[in-house]
């Protein structure tokens, strides 16, 4: 077979993955009225999304979410994740079973049975019933992240260390946390990103206290069109990216 | 070197979900030794070096290091240090600060730790080399900090777990020379496990042959392989060459031996003979003499394989009675031509007193194994 | 080898996760399958008696014609995604090792953007003064604008282009895996490319299909976004009724029922993948 057409097909398939994408972040910089027609170029979608009050809050809102979801979730999955590693105990398979369930099942069933635990049992709708929903989706991907991490790791290390004089604890803290820190690191920025994205689940567990940006994004996209989006997408275009080339480094550094 | 006791084991014993691993171990080792624990895999000489170390609890015995009993101390409060079988360097540490952790760890002042770590690597010539990480180093610079790493604690015991396993032939042989240098220098009492027999033999001051979680044998190379207390470790050690005799005479001092027709007459060995008994005649390649067809005594056979090993000869005669001999022999300075046809018949006898004589083992455990070994 | 200091951690840890998954994965989820066999009640959402009620609604003609048209579309999604995955995971595992790294990479980048905002962009594209109109009718190709939006189309081209990476990657991953000796071999022993399409190839890479089947079926019933931007009302999907139910009509019984019809589902094509991969892994090991 010729050499060029699986690449000439590669091709035509990442374009057509980036086209969408381009386009948005060149219209985000399009005067035209009409939307569709090139006129001229502007940063006043950008002005428009920065004054929007509204907007900003829903911002500030989803990123303080991202944060507290992705630290809270990188902390509890990496503790599951060493737990796993190291013991050995009743229920490991239930427990397995437990965070591949959350992974692979649809994300509206989670959502569903979530609403229904915290109005069942009273949770206020808000920025806690969010927390709560965005760390246990988050978790299992954090426990694979570390655990990918913890198998490539030496198991003769911590020997070594406790070996040379080391208490377990001086062991986690200067041989353990700095091997699988690098997981640690890609896994939150992995929760951060999971949390910051999400439509489904905080579609159905937030609350009218605490807006969050995609459910604002996605009350804006449902009718017409609206130019802000395209510069709000961009700008999140850019940080996901940002996101995931930091990521990326980190693990491609820590395998050196 | 003094002969006092440094590390004694009493009926040591460790099982792994009903599996006995360690069955009532007792060892003593002296202080300044060079001890080896050889043994196939699974014979449990890791798992013994692992309860030194304090990574397993035995499950029965005591440990005593210097009259103190350690059985149940925890591995960083014990006076010894291990170099791991994949050296166990930490990845992202440099070569300094690897060898720095341990002292760090007895939070001695920084200047002492400097001039320690300098030290070691020095010793093992890794001095320029300090600011390196591990990945960046060959296989054998890193075992070699893993050495300075365990020794510049100054244990009063060095555990080795098949330290040399993963480099390759030369490497390993250089290693083996170097380790010996160092224990001289260092005066530390070395426990060294391995597989590797030939490695066993040139190291050590005294081996331990371990299988199924039992001492076959302890003693210096030289008895080890010259005479060796059981079939296993006869086995296990060297190449052998078993004949089955039976006894047809027994005096006070010597027995006349039948194997398959052939009659000598030899030392009257250590443990109890009575005629008609059968046993084991075994002779080393080196022991092994091949003879001309027509010579008067001596195995008829023919050479079925025959391999030029630079210094000797090596090789095989296939008997009448389907038994296959090794031989060694060296060159004869005063025969260049000195060489077989396949196919060549020959008779094949052994050097007057250097046989050695076993029992017929009934229980037969280690008949099996010896072959995996 | 735990003993002394480690055990207090190590309780600590195992009540921490145990007390969070089986608080906030177990419970709802039994509280799902609870609600299922309940009966709809405006103020308390659940109540008394216990009934099959819910299961035998999804059977009326009014619902099952939703989730049949939404199987079909998320069944011409999968297709599509493996009619398009298929040969790119072949062509992705067939270029130089350092550059795959960076194509993967592209491949992911999509999925570390917001899903919303991607769809959006499909919008700008393929509304009626959108993009492609106006640039088919500027150059004469078209006399009046191309009605693309708020069709099945469209759906399905939303969800392929959400869930292609889905496809990709697994199937990738056994085609990285399929050693280029057992084509060789095939090769050798007498086979022509298309048998040795159809006896090895196709076998070795099942179960990558299969993953990727899993991946991307199950989230296209259930991205109700995806009909909201690009869909309009007569497009739903399995996702749109349950979160109508929960939200709007306040059905819950209901909703729990086609939510779990949904993870049943889900069992299902995760029990055929298992099977799948034991096979194989069977004859691997021979």
Known sequence: MTRWLPRAYLALVYLALYIPIAVLVVFSFNDGRTGYRWGGFTWRWYEALFTNDAMMQALWNSLWLAVSAATLSTLIGALTALALHRYRFRGKKALKGMLFVVMMSPEIVLAISLLSLFLLVGVQLGYFSLLLAHVTFCLPFVVITVMARLSGFDESLPEAARDLGASDFTMTRTVLLPVIMPALLAGWLLGFTLSLDDVVVSTFVSGPGYEILPLRIYSMVRVGLKPEVNALGSLLLVFSLLMLVLSQWILMRSKR | MTQKTLLSLRNLGKQFSGKTVLDSLDLDIADGEFITLLGPSGCGKTTLLRLLAGFEIPDSGTIELNGADITALPPEQRPLNTVFQHYALFPHMTVFDNVAYGLKMEKRPKDEIHQRVEEALAMVQLGEFARRKPHQLSGGQQQRVAIARAVVKRPKLLLLDEPLSALDYKLRRTMQIELKRLQRELGITFVFVTHDQEEALSMSDRVVVLQSGKVQQKGTPREIYERPANLFTARFVGETNLFPGVLEQVDEQRITVNVSGYRRTMRRPGFPVSEGEGVHVLLRPEDIRVLEPDADHGFAGKVVERNYKGSTLDSVIHLEDGTEVLASEFFDEDDPAFDYRLGEPVRVSWVEGWEWLLPLENGGVPEDQAANA | ?286
């Open chain 3, 1 to 286: 080898m735990l003993r002394g200091l480690r055990q207090p951690f190590r309780t600590g840890v195992l009540l921490l996760v145990w007390t969070w998954l089986l608080a906030l994965v177990l419970a709802p989820n039994l509280l799902v399958i609870g609600a299922s066999f309940l009966t709809r009640d405006p103020g308390t959402f659940l109540s008394l008696p216990v009934t099959l009620e819910n299961y035998r609604n999804l059977l009326d003609p009014l619902y099952l014609e939703v989730f049949l048209h939404s199987l079909y579309m998320a069944s011409i999604t999968t297709l599509v995604c493996l009619l398009i995955g298929y040969p790119f995971a072949w062509a992705l595992s067939r270029v130089a090792k350092d550059r795959q790294l960076l194509l993967i990479f592209l491949l992911i980048v999509p999925f570390w953007t917001n899903s919303l905002v991607r769809t959006y962009a499909l919008k700008l594209l393929m509304a009626t003064n959108g993009l492609i109109n106006t640039g088919l009718m500027e150059l004469g190709l078209i006399d009046g604008p191309l009605r693309m939006l708020y069709t099945e189309g469209a759906v399905i081209v939303g969800l392929v282009y959400l869930l292609l990476p889905f496809m990709i990657l697994p199937l990738y991953s056994v085609f990285d895996d399929l050693r280029r000796e057992l084509l060789m071999a095939s090769h050798d022993l007498g086979a022509g490319r298309f048998r040795t399409f159809i006896h090895v190839v196709i076998p070795l890479t099942l179960p990558g299909v299969l993953a990727g089947v899993m991946l991307v079926l199950l989230p296209a019933m259930g991205l109700f976004f995806v009909p909201d931007i690009l869909g309009g009302s007569r497009n739903l999907l399995v996702g749109n009724v349950i979160k109508n139910q929960f939200l709007d009509a306040r059905n819950w019984p209901f909703g729990a029922a086609a939510a779990i019809m949904l993870t049943l589902a889900m069992a299902l094509l995760l029990f055929t993948h298992r099977l799948s991969q034991r096979r194989l892994g069977e004859e691997g090991d021979v």
